[in-house]
């Protein structure tokens, strides 16, 4: 299936679940130093770029960044630079040629209301589920511990519904911990990775927002057909 241009997308003001993983699955951050290089890219970028961070997890061999962006097209220019400038990174430090990524980044957009909380617990759930550590806030390389128990994160761009949880700081870092702890029944769609992560009716926003006609799955039906469009993030990666 041939990729779809990223800067077809038009929908704006939108959180988007950023993810990439190494190519074949393999380490693309080997020690300390690599976590830190691509954090301060990160820094570095998201001072170029209008967009914010949310939450983040930094994993072996691969990412999760939970960001809001005006501009997806922005977005799009800054996740490449991005990528590539660990990239070039990585060369320089192992001494290797060819790929270090799987492909293009998956950034599917999130309805805030009803699952931004939940993609964030997702991200931050990565080391426990992966067997790394047993709570969520001992990983080190993910924004759990800012949420859960106030650790200070200069990157970290403080969400309303994290505010919502009522009560004061303490308060709202337990109430963090017990819902990274507990069950949470959006988990499935959220993991899915869909090229959005919300209700149908959320899908149907964002579909009218965008501005390339629909691509179906499977056999496509005969006669004309009117689409609506959709966001080019999905699927994006299954060709590569």
């Known amino acids: 299936m041939p990729r779809v241009p990223r800067q077809a ?5 939108c959180y988007y679940h950023v993810m990439n993983r190494g190519h074949n699955r393999e380490v693309v951050f080997a020690c300390d130093e690599d976590y830190r290089y691509f954090l301060d890219l990160v820094d570095r970028y998201r001072q170029r770029f209008p967009w914010r961070l949310y939450h ?4 072996g061999n691969h990412f999760h960044l939970l960001v809001r962006c005006e501009d997806p097209k922005a977005l799009s220019a800054c996740l490449a630079g991005l990528l590539l400038s ?24 999130v309805a805030a209301e009803q699952y931004f909380l939940s ?8 080391p426990v589920v992966a067997g790394i550590v047993a709570l969520p806030w001992e990983y080190r390389w993910s924004s759990a ?6 650790k200070a994160d200069p990157l970290l761009s ?10 004061d ?15 949470d029944p959006r988990e499935e769609e959220v993991r899915r990775g869909d090229w959005t992560t919300g209700d149908d009716a959320f899908r149907r926003r964002v579909q009218r927002q965008a501005s390339r006609p629909a691509r179906r799955r499977g056999r496509p039906r005969k006669g004309p057909v009117r689409a609506e469009g959709f966001f080019p993030q999905l699927y994006a990666d299954e060709s590569e």
């Open 145 to 150: 511990p800012a949420y859960a128990l106030g």
């Open 86 to 109: 660990y990239v070039h990174y990585a060369h320089r430090r192992y001494g290797f040629v060819g790929h270090l990524w799987q492909g293009r980044f998956k950034s599917p957009v």
């Open 158 to 167: 403080y969400n309303v519904w994290y505010r919502e949880l009522g009560g």
């Open 119 to 126: 993609c964030a617990r997702y991200i931050e759930r990565n």
């Open 56 to 59: 983040d997890c930094l994993m």
């Open 169 to 183: 700081d303490a308060q709202r870092q337990q109430r963090w911990r017990e819902f990274l702890l507990g069950d």
């Open 9 to 13: 997308q038009q929908a704006t003001g």
